[in-house]
């Protein structure tokens, strides 16, 4: 069975740092792209960015709005994807939500989804 | 506000038939790229409903279908029930933004 499992999610300041993790287990990890998405309170779905498979190289994509202060990587041998966040602002309180994502028609689209963890940016 | 628009809400009687819209532009279905969707409930996590435009992964109902022609996509749900009440996101890749992007989202409200 598929399982995404986040973690690292919490309370943090603003201007500081924050990494979450994304646990993967029941597939192949390292065949997948693998994405983030994150939800604010009361609103919608919003693409943070994705790192593809290492057929294809593990780059990397990200929406307009997170891009310089948010960085996805991922470490195969522990099937395990990050989202590192820096800056921190209050807009950036959110559910994230990692996902295992596939190719189809020009593009990927989150096939299976984590629960999801909560940060929260405050002072 | 989302490249993608959708109304915020749609209402039907159980059995009824439903459609909600996605309308996008020529940098995103416009272009061919394909739309998905997702449903959300409450406090959970998005589950994909449909993908490519039109398919279903397993496990989700014939019910509901996908639908797309020129920059616009439809997601359709026939025979209406009340365990369908919830949140309905599309989804596509614009090649302006470089990325993907998520629609507003709908509210479905089973009267």
């Known amino acids: 069975e598929v399982q995404l499992v986040e973690s690292g999610g919490g309370l943090e300041q603003p201007g500081r740092s924050l990494r979450l993790s994304c646990t993967a287990s029941?597939?192949?990890?390292?065949?997948?792209?693998m994405s983030w998405v994150r939800q604010a309170p009361g609103e919608g779905l919003e693409w943070v960015g994705f790192?593809?498979?290492?057929?294809?190289?593990?780059?990397?994509e990200y929406g307009a709005s997170m891009k310089g202060r948010f960085s996805i990587s991922r470490d195969d041998s522990k099937s395990i994807t990050y989202l590192q966040m820096n800056d921190l602002k209050a807009e950036d309180t959110a559910v994230y939500y990692c996902?295992?994502?596939?190719?189809?028609?020009?593009?990927?689209?989150?096939?299976?989804w984590g629960q999801g963890t909560l940060v929260t940016v405050s002072s | 506000q989302s490249v993608l628009t959708q109304p915020p809400s749609v209402s039907g009687a159980p059995g009824q038939r439903i459609s909600i819209s996605c309308t996008g532009s020529?940098?995103?279905?416009?272009?061919?790229?394909?739309v998905h969707w997702y449903q959300q409930f409450p406090g959970t996590a998005p589950k994909l409903l449909i993908y490519?435009?039109?398919n279903r992964p397993s496990g989700v109902p014939d019910r509901f279908s996908g639908s797309m022609s020129g920059t616009s996509a439809s997601l359709a749900i026939a025979g209406l029930q009340a365990e369908d009440e919830a949140d309905y996101y599309c989804?596509?890749?614009?090649?302006?933004?470089?990325?993907?992007?998520f629609g507003g989202g709908t509210k479905l409200t089973v009267l």
């Open positions: 996902s295992r994502d596939v190719y189809s028609s020009g593009w990927y689209f989150q096939e299976k």
């Open positions: 029941g597939f192949n990890f390292g065949d997948y792209a």
């Open positions: 790192i593809r498979g290492k057929a294809f190289g593990g780059t990397t």
């Open positions: 020529s940098s995103n279905i416009g272009t061919g790229y394909g």
């Open positions: 490519g435009n039109n």
């Open positions: 989804q596509s890749y614009d090649s302006s933004l470089s990325g993907s992007l």
